[in-house]
T-cell receptor, first 112, second 109 residues
Framework: DGGITQSPKYLFRKEGQNVTLSCEQN?????MYWYRQDPGQGLRLIYY???????QKGDIAEGYSVSREKKESFPLTVTSAQKNPTAFYLC???????????FGSGTRLTVV | GIQVEQSPPDLILQEGANSTLRCNFS?????LQWFHQNPWGQLINLFY???GTKQNGRLSATTVATERYSLLYISSSQTTDSGVYFC???????????FGKGMKLTVNP
């Protein structure tokens, strides 16, 4: 079955470390997205990519970086510049305009 | 940006009851979608509904774009309907999907 796989489900980061969250989809979707969700809050867009080798900043891109070298993969790096990284991170993809979004099961990142 | 108001913010129901969730928008919106987030965090797309009405089992949704609102109907609610419901729309003509703050539904057995 097609879907989006996020890994790991839980991730612990020490102060000053960079960590990379994985997002892989086998839906043949062109567009992929990274959202951040804080407790009791809605989702905020970090980065998105509409095509391979191209991506745009969302509303809260500071302290994050992404790459889109393959259509199937859109990894997110949380850098040490992100001062409050503890959150739930969700990856999504869509075929394009006029289609719904499919989400992965998320990664919970905690700073220790 | 467009303001999104979801109501009610929280709702507690007994199993078997019906409910209506509402999203109001401050301006016309594009490509409206409804999502359900279960207690474990998984987000499921319920409807892509830019206008009109769609039904899927016990759920149905209606968007009246000219009046800037969308409704999600849940009939004969079950405990598995518990979670947070979000409406979301595309910002302007972009690919950016913007979410409302969500509405928490608790269905008690």
């Amino acid at each position: 079955d097609g879907g989006i796989t996020q890994s790991p489900k839980y991730l612990f980061r020490k102060e000053g470390q960079n960590v990379t969250l994985s997002c892989e989809q086998n839906l043949n979707h062109d567009a992929m997205y990274w959202y951040r969700q804080d407790p009791g809050q809605g989702l905020r867009l970090i980065y998105y990519s509409q095509i391979v080798n191209d991506f745009q900043k969302g509303d809260i891109a500071e302290g994050y970086s992404v790459s889109r070298e393959k259509k199937e993969s859109f990894p997110l790096t949380v850098t040490s510049a992100q001062k409050n990284p503890t959150a739930f991170y969700l990856c999504a993809s869509t075929k394009g305009p006029g289609y719904g979004y499919t989400f992965g099961s998320g990664t919970r990142l905690t700073v220790v | 940006g467009i303001q999104v108001e979801q109501s009610p913010p929280d709702l507690i129901l007994q199993e078997g009851a019906n409910s209506t969730l509402r999203c109001n928008f401050s301006d016309s919106v594009n490509n409206l979608q409804w999502f359900h987030q279960n207690p474990w965090g998984q987000l499921i797309n319920l409807f892509y509904i830019p206008s009109g009405t769609k039904q899927n089992g016990r759920l149905s949704a209606t968007t009246v774009a000219t009046e800037r609102y969308s409704l999600l109907y849940i009939s004969s609610s079950q405990t598995t309907d518990s979670g947070v419901y979000f409406c979301a729309h595309h910002q302007g003509g972009s690919e950016k999907l913007v979410f409302g703050k969500g509405m928490k539904l608790t269905v008690n057995p």
